[in-house]
């Protein structure tokens, strides 16, 4: 049995969440081509995201215009180091997938489209969701515990909106202020196991971002898009594609629609990979696979020590 990374696997990037500050500096100083993407956001973006990542503040890193590109640069400074250690060419039949934001890590990853091009986007997406969460404030509610079919009766009954199904009994719903609230008192009732408010600014994957997507598209116009080299699993379906026009298509649907991980997930079980990788900053995409499939083996490639292991 050979390492994981000359196994056929799937490349696993994750969205907003657990970004914290120093994240990405070991890279930066142990890898010139972690160092370059760091670079290469500072330049594009007009500001040092790199120290922002790498010293704070804590609260500026956290809004979401700043999150955005800084998860999307940790990402794939851990990619690039891990190209340069693996130092060969990809498995046939990998596939590369992310959690919302992830995709577009997931993208630059598969060669579809350039960092540069995604970390610009990823910006301006953040603006546009910000921009419409403050005309239409919103929260997210996780919901643990509950089966899918509960859940979507309680978001009918509150006009809330299914966000994210992330795995088996643990599901995110969206909506305004006061509907989250009332979903949350609802699932209460209906012996939830727990539920977490998120500390998020809006009402994300619902259609309270429905004005984020139409700014979203003409910025798209002007991105080049690559054929990948790898299929990405797309949110929107679960499912995998290569055609650009899909590939544009599902990114402005990303926004307001759910995103399928579990279905991602199951999609690729249902390839045979049992082998996923995980480049990102924490390890909630291992947790997540835990649940979906208790077997599969997840490696987390965060840190310079996760890139030595490889060689």
């Known amino acids: ?30 890898f010139p081509e972690s160092k370059a993407v760091f670079d290469k956001a500072d330049e594009v973006l007009g500001f040092s995201l790199s120290r922002l990542c790498f010293v704070g503040p804590q609260q500026e890193l956290t809004k979401t ?13 851990a990619w690039e180091a891990y190209k340069s250690a693996k130092g060969s060419g990809f498995s046939t039949g990998a596939y ?16 579809a489209m350039s960092f540069a091009d995604a970390v610009y986007l990823v910006r301006r997406r953040g603006e546009f969701m910000e921009e419409e969460a403050s005309k239409l404030p919103g929260k997210m509610l996780s919901v643990i515990g509950l089966d899918t079919s509960a859940v979507r009766q309680i978001c009918s009954e ?12 643990q599901i995110v719903i969206s909506g305004g202020v006061k509907e989250i609230e009332q979903a949350q008192e609802l699932a209460k009732e209906r012996g939830v196991k727990m539920t977490v408010m998120l500390e998020v600014s809006g009402a994300f994957h619902s259609s309270l971002m429905k004005g984020a997507t139409l700014k979203l598209t003409a910025e798209l116009e002007k991105i080049k898009l690559n054929a990948p080299f790898m299929p990405v699993v797309c949110n929107v379906t679960g499912k995998a594609i290569t055609s650009l026009l899909e590939i544009k298509d599902n990114l402005i649907k990303q926004v307001t629609s759910s995103v399928l991980w579990e279905d991602s ?30 077997g599969a083996q997840v490696v987390n490639i965060e840190k310079k020590e996760d890139i030595l292991a490889l060689q």
């Open 1 to 30: 049995m050979g390492r994981l990374c000359d196994r056929v696997v799937a490349y696993l990037f994750a969205g907003q969440g657990s970004q914290y500050i120093g994240m990405g500096k070991d890279l930066y100083e142990a």
């Open 96 to 111: 590369a997938v992310g959690l919302s934001l992830g995709e577009y890590s997931a993208l630059v990853a598969s060669g």
């Open 65 to 77: 215009i700043n999150c955005q590109p800084a998860i999307l640069a940790m990402s794939i400074a």
């Open 265 to 294: 997930m199951k999609f690729l079980l249902s390839q045979g990979i049992k082998n996923f990788m995980e480049f990102w900053p924490g390890k909630v995409l291992k947790g997540l696979m835990r649940r979906i499939d208790a």
């Open 158 to 169: 509150t006009n809330t909106e299914i966000a994210n199904i992330n795995c088996p009994g």
